[in-house]
C-alpha cells in the first residue's frame, strides 16, 4: 500500500477556534508532542491508537476525544489502512483548565449526540458566511463537553495524573523556564542551576512527571507555534525564525515528524 498524507488546514472567524484540521494517514504514526489548546478528535474512517498520561486509548467510529492542553499524546493508526479524522483546536476561552484532569482520566467519550454535533460543527466550519451557524454549534459542543467532564472536587480540579507524583515541582518549574523561552532556547546547564538541581535529575524528573523529555517537549512547542504562524500565511523560513529553529531545515525535519507533511505544504494546504 502506498503511504498516504492528505491534509486540509484552516482558522476560521470564530472566536475559541484555533485550528481545523483534517487528515487522511496511512502509515504514519505521529510521536509524544503536546498541544497548548484543547485538541477535539473525530475519527471518521479506520481508528487511532495513542497514549495518553501513560495509558493506551483508541478512537473507535461513535467516539469523540478530546486530549488536553499540555498533556503530552502519540498516534498511530490501528491497521494498514490508515484512519481519516478530524481535529478542531479549541482555545482555554471555549473549555477551561479545570477540566484538564477529568479530560485525562476518561478522553474518549461514547455521546452519539455529541459525535453528531461535532460532525456538523466541521459542516459549518467548512462553509464561509456560515460563523453564526458554526458558533452556535461550538456553543453546544463545549457545553456538552463540560456536562460529561465534570470537574473533581475542589483541591484537585485541573490537576492531572503527573502532577501528583515525586519531582512534581522541580518538572514543573523546568516546564515554565522552557515555555519562557521558547524561541531563544535555554541550555540543561541553564536551567540547571536556575533551579539548583543537577542536569542529569531535571531530565528524570521532567520525563518522569510529564512522560516526555524536556528536548521533546520544547519541540513540540515550537510545531505548535509554527502551525499558528504558517496559518496566518508566513513562510516557513520566516516561521523557522520567529519559532527558535536554527533554519528552514531544522523546522521542516521536527515539523513533518509531528504533523506528517512538511511545513510548505501545510502551509499550502490552507484554505
Known amino acids: 500500500m502506498v503511504a498516504q498524507r492528505e491534509i486540509s488546514v484552516w482558522r476560521p472567524s470564530v472566536p475559541g477556534v484555533v485550528e481545523v484540521f483534517h487528515a487522511h494517514y496511512t502509515e504514519y504514526a505521529y510521536p509524544m508532542h503536546v498541544h497548548e489548546a484543547w485538541t477535539l478528535l473525530i475519527v471518521d474512517d479506520g481508528a487511532v491508537r495513542y497514549d495518553l498520561d501513560r495509558h493506551e486509548h483508541g478512537t473507535p467510529h461513535d467516539t ?3 486530549l488536553p492542553p499540555h498533556v503530552p499524546h502519540n498516534g498511530s493508526p490501528v491497521t494498514e489502512h490508515g484512519f481519516r479524522k478530524r481535529v478542531l483546536y479549541l482555545d ?14 476518561g478522553p474518549d467519550l461514547r455521546d452519539p449526540l455529541l459525535r453528531r454535533r461535532v460532525g456538523q460543527l466541521h459542516t459549518a466550519l467548512a462553509h464561509p458566511g456560515d460563523e453564526l451557524e458554526a458558533e452556535s454549534r461550538l456553543t453546544l459542543v463545549t457545553e456538552r463537553l463540560r456536562g460529561r467532564l465534570r470537574p473533581r472536587r475542589a483541591g484537585l480540579a485541573g490537576l492531572t495524573g503527573e502532577e501528583s ?7 514543573h518549574r523546568l516546564r515554565e523556564l522552557l515555555d519562557a523561552a521558547l524561541v531563544e532556547g535555554i541550555s540543561l546547564d541553564e536551567a540547571a542551576r536556575l533551579l539548583h538541581a543537577h542536569p542529569a535529575h531535571l531530565v528524570r524528573a521532567f520525563s518522569g512527571a510529564f512522560g516526555i523529555a524536556p528536548h521533546q517537549y520544547l519541540m513540540s512547542r515550537r510545531v505548535d507555534r509554527a502551525r499558528r504562524l504558517l496559518l496566518e500565511g508566513g513562510k516557513p523560513s520566516e516561521v523557522a525564525t520567529a519559532t527558535g529553529f536554527y533554519d528552514q531545515s531544522h523546522l521542516t525535519r521536527h515539523f513533518k515528524r509531528l504533523v506528517g507533511v512538511a511545513p510548505g505544504r501545510y502551509r499550502v494546504s490552507a484554505r
Open 64 to 66: 469523540v476525544s478530546l
Open 92 to 105: 482555554l476561552s471555549r473549555l477551561d483548565e479545570s477540566l484538564i484532569g477529568p479530560a485525562v482520566d
Open 165 to 171: 507524583r515525586p519531582g512534581r515541582t522541580l518538572a
